[in-house]
C-alpha cells in the first residue's frame, strides 16, 4: 500500500473537486510514461533534449544537513538547479502483491520495496514547481513541472555518461480553467474568502488543535491483464511502473498539502 500523510483543515466542497480535478490530470500525466503504446509518445512535444545531471552543493541554509540534493539541468534553454529529498514512509514496508495463478487461484506476495530512492522537490526559482523522481532502476525518471510547463525525464539507454533524455509533454489538457467543477470565477473567488476569514478565526481562537487533524490514505492499485501481458507477463516491470506513478501523485498530494 501507498500511504499519504494530509493534513485537514476545513476545505470547502469546490476545494476537494479542484483538487481532485488536479489529481487526476496529474494522473494522466504520469501515466504517459515509456511504454505506454501510441499514447505517451504521442503526448511528446518534438525530439527530446540530452541532458547530464550535474551534482552541486546545496545552497541553501540548513539544507544539506536537512537531507537536500541538488541537481544543475539544463532544459527549456535555461539553466535549472533542482532540489529533491528522499521521501519518508511512502511505500510501505509490507507491500502487498496480488496476482492470479494460470487456474484464477489468487496468490500473495510481498517482495522486497526499495524505498530510499523516491524524491519529491522543486526547481529553484519557481515556488509553485513540483518535481518528482525516481532513481530506484539506474538514473533519474519522472517528472518535472516548473513554468507551468511538464517535462518528463528518463535515463538515455546505454550512455555511459549519465546522460538523460528530457522531453517536453503536450500539457494543453492540464488547463486547469476547464475543471472548475460548475464554479464560475465569481464564486471561487467567494469561497476562497470564505475559507480564509474561517481558518483565520480558528487561528487566533483559543483552539490549538486546528493544524494537527491528520489522516493516511492507504490506495490500492489494479493492474489489468493486458497490461500485465504488455509487460511480458514480468510482475516486477509492472511493480515499476506503479511506484512511478505513486511517487508522482504522491508529490503532487504532498505539494498541495504545504499550500493550504
Request: net charge positive; charged share 20%; with cysteine.
Amino acid at each position: 500500500m501507498a500511504r499519504y500523510d494530509v493534513s485537514a483543515i476545513g476545505v470547502g466542497e469546490f476545494l476537494v473537486c479542484i483538487k481532485v480535478t488536479l489529481l487526476l490530470v496529474w494522473l494522466k500525466v504520469f501515466l504517459f510514461l515509456p511504454g505506454w503504446p501510441q499514447v505517451g509518445h504521442s503526448q511528446r512535444l518534438g525530439p527530446p533534449e540530452v541532458v547530464i545531471p550535474r551534482r552541486v552543493t546545496p545552497t541553501g541554509r540548513g539544507m544539506k544537513l536537512q537531507g537536500w540534493f541538488s541537481y544543475k539541468l539544463h532544459y527549456g534553454g535555461q539553466r535549472h538547479v533542482v532540489h529533491i529529498k528522499v521521501k519518508k514512509n511512502f511505500l510501505s514496508k509490507n507491500f502487498p502483491v496480488f496476482t492470479y495463478a494460470d487456474k484464477g487461484v489468487l496468490l500473495q506476495d510481498q517482495p522486497f520495496v526499495q524505498d530510499d530512492c523516491y524524491y519529491s522537490g522543486y526547481v529553484e526559482g519557481d515556488p509553485e514547481s513540483l518535481v518528482s523522481l525516481s532513481n530506484c532502476f539506474g538514473g533519474f525518471q519522472g517528472m518535472l513541472q516548473t513554468n507551468d510547463i511538464v517535462y518528463e525525464i528518463e535515463p538515455k539507454r546505454f550512455s555511459t555518461a549519465f546522460e538523460h533524455l528530457i522531453y517536453k509533454l503536450d500539457n494543453k489538457d492540464t488547463n486547469f480553467s476547464y475543471f472548475r467543477c460548475g464554479l464560475t470565477d465569481e464564486k471561487i473567488a467567494g469561497q476562497l474568502k470564505i475559507q480564509e476569514s474561517i481558518n483565520s478565526t480558528l487561528m487566533q481562537s483559543a483552539y490549538t488543535g486546528w493544524w494537527t487533524h491528520h489522516y493516511f490514505l492507504e490506495v490500492a492499485v489494479v493492474i489489468d491483464y493486458s497490461r500485465y501481458l504488455h509487460h511480458k507477463s514480468n510482475a516486477s516491470l509492472v511493480e515499476k511502473e506503479v511506484f512511478l506513478v505513486l511517487n508522482g501523485i504522491n508529490g503532487l498530494m504532498k505539494a498541495k498539502k504545504k499550500k493550504n
